[in-house]
């Protein structure tokens, strides 16, 4: 499985930027998928989960709630996630990656592939 996200950039505090992640490969492998993001000094976290097929359950980290919206086009093999409301502490390096699991999805280990990052950064 191969993942490339990309849309990242600069924002204003209270924009909004969407980040898309292009999944190709052995996509059926895909169990659920996920954002993490790893802001300057501080270790890589759990931002958002996602179903590839059955429903698309979802999952959010509660410092995104309410503002970030992850989702999927299965048949765009991609992932995207909307960030709204966006604060300087939302700057990071974002992740997706895939797992053939649905366990534990908020903990690194748990993902067997891994895209490139994509560089958010939210400045006035």
């Known amino acids: 499985v191969q993942l490339q996200a990309s849309g990242g950039g600069l924002v204003q505090p209270g924009g909004s930027l969407r980040l898309s992640c292009a999944v190709s490969g052995r996509t059926r492998t895909s169990y659920f998928l996920g954002w993490f993001r790893q802001a300057p000094g501080k270790e890589r976290e759990f931002v958002a989960a996602?179903?590839?097929?059955?429903?698309?359950?979802?999952y959010y980290a509660d410092s995104v709630k309410g503002r970030f919206t992850i989702s999927r086009d299965n048949a765009m093999n991609t992932m995207y996630l909307q960030m709204n409301s966006l604060k300087p502490e939302d700057t990071a390096v974002y992740y997706c990656?895939?797992?053939?699991?649905?366990?534990?999805?908020?903990?690194?280990?748990?993902?067997?592939?891994w895209g490139q990052g994509t560089l958010v950064t939210v400045s006035s």
């Open positions: 996602i179903r590839w097929s059955f429903g698309g359950i979802t």
């Open positions: 990656a895939s797992t053939q699991t649905g366990l534990n999805l908020w903990v690194l280990s748990s993902y067997d592939y």
